[in-house]
Structure formats: C-alpha cells, structure tokens
C-alpha cells in the first residue's frame, strides 16, 4: 500500500486528483468500519465529514490553530455530533436506523445553512489558508500539492493503521458478529446497542478526520457536502469497491474519483454511466472490485496448485517406471 500511494501522484493526469482519492479513502474506510463490518447504514456521514471540515476552517480562521490540532479538533468535534445521533438512531434497527440517520442529516444541514457567521451560508466558509506543518524543530511548508499530498497520505496511513487495528481486535470481531447476525450475538451475552454506539463515535471521528483534510486541500468549506446526496456517494463509493474489506473501500473512492473526473469532460449527464455501474455492482458483483480481485486470485491460486500436483503426480509415475 505504501508503494502504492508513493507512485500515485505520478500516474494520475494531476497531483490534486490523487490527494482526493486519498482524502476519500479515509472518508470511505471510516464508513466501512461502520456498514460493512457493523451493518450498519449511516446516511449522517456528510454531515460528520461538514462538522470536521467547518470545525477545521473556523479555527483556522479565527484562532490560526496547528494543522495537526486542528484535524485532530475536527475529528472529536465529529465524534462529539455523532454521540446524540447513534444514542437515538441506534434504537432502531435496519431502514428505520438509516432513515433515522438521514433526518438528523438533514437537521445538521439545515443548522449549517442557516447558521452563516459560521458557515458562511450558501457561499461557503472562505478565507481559509493552509499553514505549514511546524514540528518545533522546523517547519515544512504544505502550500505546494505535492507536499500536500505527502502529508495527507501520512494523516491516511496512521488513521488506516489504527482502523485495521480495531478490526482484528477482539472488539471489531464482536462487530463482525453484531454484522451477521446482531440478534445471536445479544443472545450470546454482547451489549449490542452499546457496541453500535462505540463504532458509531469512532467512525465518526474519522469522518471528521477526512472532512477537516479536505478542507486543508481545497481551502474551502462547502455546505453542498453536507447534503445527503454526498452521503449516497460514500455508499457507492464502498460499495464499489466492496465492503468488509480494509482495502475495498480504496479501491472504489479512487475508481469514483477517475471515473468522475474523466467522465465530467465527456458528458454532463456523467452520472448515469454511475448509475449502470451501481446496478452492476449490485446485481453482479456484490462484492464490489475487491471480490473480483479475491475470485481472480483464487483462480490463479488454483491453477498453481493443480499444476503442482500434476507435476508430483507425473514425477511419481516416472520414479516408477525408473524402479522397474
């Protein structure tokens, strides 16, 4: 992985479209700790990624916070959001909790909107800059995208790092349970609720996380990302690359923001071609790019293997035939 994001920005048409796939992939990863392994369907993500992003350009602003201060606050700010949404949304189960989380979206967007000393309305949060990254000893300037870029893919790294550490804990495989079957894994004594919560929080902060990145990259705080069609974006983008997965999620924010980004110069209806890639997705590869790339290994594994023992099975036969 680490090869892999050290060459992207040199193989994609610019600099900048390699720093959203990673700032996605951090936005993707964090929801899939929540859906693919919890099953739990959050539509509130845009607005965690909103509070990450406005906590982050406010305190830019108005008190020239550290960055590394600064995203870590975006982040607890998220989590802190998250805490009354997952109290109330996790008392339901299925499309009631996803429809729950949906309206508090919506309720966070409308504050934002409407709460323009903070927001700046409909005309976004401006004034944002991006300062350098001061370590004490010295000092590194991010101004330029490759930098900047350099220093998201740290931000991404360590955030990746401690997410794969929750999985393989002892508490994400009580989250894999609570994902199969939520009502066995209450019967087997497990607070189902309060580990829905927790996940809740903790894919929240990193939601935060990446909104804050961004606006760091962009120098802009946007209230459209607030909406809950960004919302459906995360899904698809999880989705496209396959969930309950570490490395699925990445594979599908990079593959929507190529595709994206090519499309848009093609044609403005882009999002239809999304739309067919969706169903496909859905009805033929329900385990996105990912579970193709684990079937196709699989073949090849096979392959190998079979022609490992036919090479032993004819070594056997002609060990025999020496003997004779």
């Known amino acids: 992985m680490i090869i892999c ?38 539509f509130a993500q845009a607005a965690l990624f909103s509070v990450g992003s406005y906590t982050m350009g406010n305190l830019i602003i108005h008190l020239d916070i550290h960055i590394l201060l600064g995203i870590l606050a975006g982040g607890i700010m998220a989590a802190l959001i998250a805490l009354p949404i997952g109290i109330i949304s996790i008392q339901r189960i299925g499309l009631y909790f996803a429809f729950l989380t949906f309206a508090f979206n919506e309720m966070i967007y409308y504050i934002i909107y409407e709460w323009v000393s903070m927001s700046g309305g409909d005309e976004g949060l401006r004034g ?22 350099f220093f998201s893919c740290v931000i991404f790294v360590i955030c990746f790092y401690i997410i794969s550490r929750i999985i393989n804990s002892p508490f994400g495989k ?44 962009v120098k802009f705080a946007d209230v459209e990302h607030c909406m809950w069609l960004f919302s459906g974006d995360i899904v698809l983008m999880t989705l496209l690359g396959g969930i309950k ?43 996105g790019i990912q579970g193709i790339l684990d079937t196709l290994f699989k073949k ?3 392959k190998k293997r079979q022609s490992l023992m ?6 056997g036969r002609l060990g025999k035939g020496g003997q004779k």
């Open 300 to 302: 090849i594994g096979s």
């Open 245 to 287: 997965s570490l490395f699925g999620p990445m594979f599908g924010a990079a593959l929507f923001v190529v595709l994206s980004d090519y499309l848009s110069t093609l044609w403005d209806r882009w999002l239809f071609i999304f739309g067919f890639i969706f169903l496909g997705c859905v009805l033929f590869f329900r385990g």
């Open 128 to 149: 944002i800059y991006r300062p350098n990254l001061d370590l004490g000893i010295f000092s590194i300037d991010l101004s330029t995208q490759l930098r900047f870029y």
């Open 174 to 217: 009580v989250l894999k349970c609570i994902g199969e079957n939520a009502d066995r894994a209450e019967a087997i004594g497990y607070r189902v609720k309060s580990f829905k919560l927790m996940v809740f929080i903790i894919s929240g902060f990193f939601t935060g996380v990446a909104g804050a990145l961004h606006t760091m990259f």
């Open 310 to 315: 036919d090479e032993k099975q004819e070594g």
């Open 5 to 42: 994001l050290a060459i992207l920005p040199f193989t994609l048409p610019y600099v900048d479209l390699a720093t959203e796939v990673v700032i996605l992939s951090l936005l993707t990863v964090s929801f899939n700790l929540l859906f693919g392994y919890s099953g739990l369907l959050s």
